[in-house]
């Protein structure tokens, strides 16, 4: 059984840098670094919500850990 893994495009936008003029405009760098955070904290909110995965199943882990055995 494969899980289905979906991905929000908005939550995973790509990082990008900014310009010292853009964290000046933003306030400076505490402020600008405030509202990074809040940004970082609502990602982690998210994941840490996020319902548990399995990334294999049952058959999988038991082959698995055979060929880990068998390799040792």
Avoid: C, H
Avoid at 46 to 56: D, L, R, T, V
């Amino acid at each position: 059984m494969k899980p289905k893994i979906t991905s929000d495009k908005n939550f995973f936008g790509q990082q990008r840098s900014y310009t010292p003029e853009e964290v000046l405009a933003a306030g400076g760098t505490t402020a600008f670094g405030l509202k990074n955070q809040k940004r970082k904290a609502e990602a982690l909110k998210a994941i840490e919500n996020a319902p548990p995965i399995e990334p294999f199943s049952d058959e999988e882990w038991a082959k698995l850990m055979d060929e880990v055995a068998r390799d040792k």
